[in-house]
Each structure stands twice: as structure tokens, then as C-alpha cells.
Nanobody, 124 residues
Framework: QVQLVESGGGLVQPGGSLRLSCAASGRIFRVNTMGWHRQAPGKERELVARHINNGSPNYADSVKGRFTISMDNAKKTVYLEMNTLKPDDAGVYYC??????????????????WGLGTQVTVSS
């Protein structure tokens, strides 16, 4: 079973910064992509940023130039550095990973997993 554990959310003033972390654990064979989505009250969940193994990261237009996603492959941990935060950036941030993992019979399983989410509040 693959688990994702997020940390780093909190309350920050507009213009401030936060760093989110998400660590993947389990019998992971390979991480294909790992990224962050967010959901504000009354809105649909949206992709914020995604790290792609051996590829270029994807960013939502609204965060380009302000957010940076990076990954420590050895730790299977993805980070989201968020700068110049705006009230519109507030919401629950969910980590998501597309991985290959080992099953109970050593078969390779492709799966997409989600973390429980971490709250980001941007307010003065």
C-alpha cells in the first residue's frame, strides 16, 4: 500500500511564503509523477503543480513564477515552494502521486494515490 503524508500548511499573510512537503512511502518501484492539487470552498479541485519523472514540471497559469515544485527522488518527497501568496491561493492542498509499486505477489501495480490534504490559509 502506498501512502502520501503532507506537511507544511498553515496561516500566512498575503505576500508571504510557505513550503509544503509530501513524502511517499510503501513498496514503490517508481514514481512517475508527483504533484499538488488544491480545493477552495465551493470550487473544484485543480492542479497546482506536478513534477514529472524525467520531464518538465507543469504549473497552473495562476501560480507560474510564484510557485516552484521540486523532488528528492531518494526520499520520494515532493516539495512546493509557494511565494507571494494571494488570498486566492487558499484552500486544502492535496498531494497526488502516480506510481508503480510492488504487489503482494511481487507483481507491479500502477496506481494513483492521494494524501489527506493540508490547509493553506492566506489572510491578514
Amino acid at each position: 500500500q502506498v501512502q502520501l503524508v503532507e506537511s507544511g500548511g498553515g496561516l500566512v499573510q498575503p505576500g508571504g511564503s510557505l513550503r509544503l512537503s509530501c513524502a511517499a512511502s510503501g513498496r514503490i518501484f517508481r514514481v512517475n509523477t508527483m504533484g499538488w492539487h488544491r480545493q477552495a470552498p465551493g470550487k473544484e479541485r485543480e492542479l497546482v503543480a506536478r513534477h514529472i519523472n524525467n520531464g518538465s514540471p507543469n504549473y497552473a497559469d495562476s501560480v507560474k513564477g510564484r510557485f516552484t515544485i521540486s523532488m528528492d527522488n531518494a526520499k520520494k518527497t515532493v516539495y512546493l515552494e509557494m511565494n507571494t501568496l494571494k488570498p486566492d491561493d487558499a484552500g486544502v492542498y492535496y498531494c497526488e502521486a502516480d506510481v508503480l509499486s510492488w504487489g503482494p505477489s511481487e507483481e507491479v501495480i500502477a496506481g494513483r494515490y492521494w494524501g489527506l490534504g493540508t490547509q493553506v490559509t492566506v489572510s491578514s
